[in-house]
C-alpha cells in the first residue's frame, strides 16, 4: 500500500538551531516527493519537491531535503531555525502521471523555543 | 495574483443537515482538488478536476458527498447528510493545466464541525 510516515508527530527546537524532520514513503514506482508548510491559519505551501537528478534539492526559506531511494526517506533540513519557521510540515508523494493525487503524512509540528 | 479562495471559512451543524463549500481557484488555473483534513492527519484527495470534468473521485463517498466544476472555474463541495465523523477542514487547491509541476495552490480552508 501506499503511504507516508512522518515519524515525529512534534518537533521543539531553539532558534538557531538546526532543524531534521523525517519522512518514509512506501510506494510502488519512484515517486515525486514533496514537503508543504501549513502556518497557522494559512493555506499549505510548498516548500520544495523532487523529481529526478540531483538526490539535494533546495526549496524556499533555506530548506533542502535529501532523496534517499535505499531508505525510501526524504528528510527535510534546516541549518539554522528561525522563530517564523514554526508551522506544520507535511511531507507527500505523487504519481510521476499526476502530481495532484498526493498521499500526504500525518504531519510534524514544529515548535521553535526563544 | 489572488490566491485560492474558499468560503465558509467556519461551519457549524447538526448530524444529519446538509453543508456546501465554495472554491475559487486562481485564474487561469484548469485543475482543482478538494482535499479533507481531518484533525491530526495528513490532507487526503476527495476529488480532481481537470476543466469541468472528474479525474479522479475514487476516494469521494459518494453516497453523501457530491462535487461540481459546471463552468470550469469554481467549484462546491456538497455534503449530505453530515456525520460526526465529517468534521474537518475542507481544503481546496489548483494548479495550471499540463504543469505538471507538482505544485499545488491551497486556499486556507473551510473548517467543517459537525455535532
Known amino acids: 500500500a501506499q503511504s507516508v510516515t512522518q515519524p515525529d508527530i512534534h518537533i521543539t527546537v531553539s532558534e538557531g538551531a538546526s532543524l531534521e524532520l523525517r519522512c518514509n514513503y512506501s510506494?510502488?514506482?519512484?515517486?515525486?516527493l514533496f514537503w508543504y508548510v501549513q502556518s497557522p491559519g494559512q493555506g499549505l505551501q510548498l516548500l520544495l519537491k523532487?523529481?529526478?537528478?540531483?538526490?539535494l534539492v533546495q526549496g524556499i526559506k533555506g530548506f533542502e531535503a535529501e532523496f534517499k531511494r535505499s531508505q525510501s526517506s526524504f528528510n527535510l533540513r534546516k541549518p539554522s531555525v528561525h522563530w517564523s519557521d514554526a508551522a506544520e510540515y507535511f511531507c507527500?508523494?505523487?504519481?510521476?502521471?499526476?502530481?495532484?493525487?498526493?498521499?500526504f503524512g500525518q504531519g510534524t509540528t514544529l515548535q521553535v523555543k526563544p | 495574483e489572488a490566491g485560492v479562495a474558499q468560503s465558509p471559512r467556519y461551519k457549524i451543524i447538526e448530524k444529519r443537515q446538509s453543508v456546501a463549500f465554495w472554491c475559487n481557484p486562481i485564474?487561469?488555473?484548469?485543475?482543482l482538488y478538494w482535499y479533507q483534513q481531518i484533525l491530526g492527519q495528513g490532507p487526503k484527495l476527495l476529488i480532481q478536476?481537470?476543466?469541468?470534468?472528474?479525474?479522479?473521485d475514487s476516494q469521494l463517498p459518494k453516497d453523501r458527498f457530491s462535487a461540481e466544476r459546471l463552468k470550469g472555474v469554481d467549484s462546491t463541495l456538497k455534503i449530505q447528510p453530515a456525520k460526526l465523523e465529517d468534521s474537518a477542514v475542507y481544503l481546496c487547491?489548483?494548479?495550471?493545466?499540463?504543469?505538471?509541476?507538482?505544485?499545488?495552490?491551497f486556499g486556507e480552508g473551510s473548517r467543517l464541525t459537525v455535532l
Open positions: 478536476f481537470q476543466n469541468n470534468g472528474v479525474v479522479d
Open positions: 507527500a508523494v505523487g504519481p510521476t502521471g499526476n502530481t495532484g493525487k498526493l498521499i
Open positions: 523532487y523529481f529526478s537528478g540531483d538526490t
Open positions: 510506494y510502488g514506482a519512484t515517486p515525486y
Open positions: 485564474s487561469g488555473h484548469a485543475t
Open positions: 487547491a489548483s494548479s495550471p493545466q499540463g504543469a505538471n509541476t507538482g505544485e499545488l495552490f
